[in-house]
């Protein structure tokens, strides 16, 4: 019997349908047996990657604290 890694017919179809179904790509090696690299190859060679979406929404800008002392060049104390 093949390694699961190298039987790739009987693969194919669970992995075809778990990432139709929206598993992860890390839920999707465990179940089959193989590893994480070789699923994300599969996904590819099947032609089932995912298109990313661009984000719409504005990002926050992120304040952080000034260090110490700069309040007090800033005030010219």
Excluded: C, W
């Amino acid at each position: 019997m093949a390694r699961p890694s190298l039987d790739s017919a009987r693969i194919e179809p669970a992995v075809r349908r778990m990432h139709v179904g929206g598993s992860s790509v890390r839920e999707i090696a465990r179940h089959v047996g193989i590893s994480v690299g070789s699923v994300h190859a599969m996904i590819g060679r099947l032609g089932l990657s995912r298109t990313s979406t661009r984000t719409t929404a504005t990002r926050r800008m992120r304040r952080h604290a000034l260090p110490i002392g700069a309040g007090l060049e800033i005030a010219r104390v």
